[in-house]
């Protein structure tokens, strides 16, 4: 049977698969469409087989929210390109309106994710769509929050996906400043809602990584600290003469001395604050340092203590901001989805592949 035009179009209009493969397709059938639907699913899947092994960390993320529930799910893709494609965002949020309807929590780490692809027909498509775009597609994760008010945020057309949810109120008020609660989380990227959710395990290993980074960079010690363990080094030669003749030259001003000190030198000097670790940990000096570098980094991971992005003097903390609209909204949830954070991504060197094929 001869294949026609209009017998292509017709294909590719109810598959969206490339033009020679609908052509091969109804050539392979003898014209029988449906027949030809199927060999293009199957050829979805043999690709879909293929691909297994590959990178897929581009993509994007999207959100479908109810009146009290709200999912964002991540999708990805092997390229960028695809990521801008219409066919895919489209698929994309299909996927996102599956996980919704799932009634399922999802996580961060993909929990429930096989469930939701079971659902409604979603492998099916997955298979479709890689036959349709050509690359391996994946179905990463999505996560749920739920409460009064509700609010989405998605960044660069998706590469960062937010959604977040308060308790409280539900007016206007609240849900714009909600929205601006997600861009603030997509911007700043905190880990915690408040102080009060990180655990004394977190705490107590956030305090131990401060002291120790603290430990080993010497110049920034305060300077009680600093001193003995330059005379320590000074008094017993563990210096070299020459990094002992440029604190002699340099004692009286102490401002520049670290720019002018071997490697040799300030790992020496680590070493002995990092021996005497015991003693500083007790020293209220030292301790009053650890405390401010404590107090600073958790200000930066928690979301109601960080500095509100829009605000005029900026100061006002985002915690603050919330309760100038209104003190009864309580943020309870939140979720950040950066595409491809945590995926080794494959470094691509194109012009020595293309040296390559050319010497082929």
């Keep these: 049977m001869a294949i026609t035009a209009a017998m292509v179009k017709e294909l590719r209009e109810m598959t969206g698969a490339g033009m020679m493969d609908c052509k091969k397709a109804l050539t392979e059938t003898d014209g029988n469409m449906e027949a030809a639907v199927e060999v293009l699913r199957?050829?979805?899947?043999?690709?879909?087989?293929?691909?297994?092994s590959r990178i897929a960390a581009e993509g994007i993320a999207r959100v479908a929210s109810n009146a009290k529930e709200a999912v964002v799910v991540e999708v990805n893709s092997e390229t960028d390109f695809v990521a801008k494609n219409e066919v895919f965002q489209e698929f994309v949020q299909t996927v996102a309106d599956t996980a919704l309807a799932?009634?399922?929590?999802?996580?961060?780490?993909?929990?429930?994710?096989?469930?939701?692809?079971?659902?409604?027909?979603?492998?099916?498509?997955?298979?479709?769509?890689?036959?349709?775009?050509?690359?391996?597609?994946?179905?990463?994760?999505?996560?749920?929050?739920?409460?009064?008010?509700?609010?989405?945020?998605?960044?660069?057309?998706?590469?960062?996906?937010?959604?977040?949810?308060?308790?409280?109120?539900?007016?206007?008020?609240?849900?714009?400043?909600?929205?601006?609660?997600?861009?603030?989380?997509?911007?700043?990227?905190?880990?915690?809602?408040g102080r009060s959710d990180i655990s004394a395990d977190e705490m107590a290993k956030l305090k131990e990584i401060i002291i120790d980074s603290a430990l080993n960079d010497p110049a920034s010690l305060p300077k009680p600290i600093l001193n003995k363990l330059i005379e320590k080094?000074?008094?017993e030669k563990l210096w070299s003469?020459?990094?002992?003749?440029?604190?002699?030259?340099?004692?009286?001003?102490?401002?520049?001395?670290?720019?002018?000190?071997?490697?040799?030198?300030?790992?020496?000097?680590?070493?002995?604050?990092?021996?005497?670790?015991?003693?500083?940990?007790?020293?209220?000096?030292?301790?009053?340092?650890?405390?401010?570098?404590?107090?600073?980094?958790?200000?930066?991971?928690?979301?109601?203590?960080?500095?509100?992005?829009?605000?005029?003097?900026?100061?006002?903390?985002?915690?603050?901001?919330?309760?100038?609209?209104?003190?009864?909204?309580?943020?309870?949830?939140?979720?950040?989805?950066?595409?491809?954070?945590g995926i080794e991504k494959k470094q691509e060197d194109f012009a020595a592949e293309v040296a390559a094929q050319m010497g082929n």
Excluded: W
């Design 42 to 52: 199957k050829s979805g899947a043999a690709k879909m087989e293929k691909k297994a």
């Design 102 to 193: 799932s009634g399922l929590e999802g996580g961060a780490n993909g929990e429930d994710i096989e469930a939701v692809i079971d659902m409604n027909g979603l492998k099916e498509l997955i298979i479709e769509k890689t036959a349709t775009i050509g690359e391996k597609l994946s179905v990463r994760r999505f996560a749920r929050v739920s409460g009064d008010c509700l609010a989405s945020y998605l960044h660069a057309g998706g590469k960062i996906g937010v959604i977040v949810a308060a308790n409280g109120a539900s007016d206007d008020a609240a849900k714009e400043a909600l929205t601006n609660v997600a861009m603030q989380i997509a911007a700043m990227n905190p880990q915690y809602i």
């Design 233 to 235: 080094a000074v008094s």
């Design 241 to 341: 003469a020459e990094d002992i003749a440029i604190y002699e030259e340099k004692k009286n001003n102490m401002n520049f001395l670290f720019n002018f000190l071997s490697e040799a030198a300030k790992v020496t000097l680590a070493g002995l604050a990092m021996d005497a670790k015991d003693n500083y940990v007790n020293d209220k000096i030292f301790a009053g340092l650890v405390d401010g570098r404590i107090s600073k980094h958790v200000k930066e991971i928690s979301l109601l203590e960080q500095a509100y992005v829009k605000a005029e003097d900026g100061k006002q903390s985002v915690g603050k901001y919330l309760e100038s609209v209104n003190k009864d909204i309580v943020v309870t949830k939140f979720v950040r989805f950066e595409v491809g954070e």
